[in-house]
């Protein structure tokens, strides 16, 4: 069994996307991730706000976040929620 994780664009939107898998390949849902699709490994997901600076408006590839180096060395979710603040727009 392979397992594999798929960072998505973090500013663009995504027009086409296709994962190819051999012919007759078993495919069954991976026991690591619950029913509620975040829960993994038997642990709840860390919830990250912030910025844009969170949410990875100044890095390379959509891997290179912090939150997706997190997920992957703490074998946890980190769901990033972070967004960029408009001009004109402040914090409270």
Do not use: E, H
């Amino acid at each position: 069994m392979k397992r594999c994780l798929i960072n998505l664009p973090l500013r663009n939107t995504l027009a086409r996307g296709a994962i190819g898998v051999a012919m007759g390949a078993n495919l069954r849902p991976d026991p690591a991730f619950a029913c509620d699709g975040v829960t993994f490994n038997g642990k709840r997901p860390i919830v990250w706000y912030g910025t844009s600076i969170d949410q990875g408006g100044v890095v390379s590839r959509p891997g290179s976040t912090y939150t997706n180096i997190m997920t992957r060395n703490l074998g946890r979710m980190v769901l990033n929620f972070g967004f960029a603040v408009g001009a004109g727009l402040r914090w409270a």
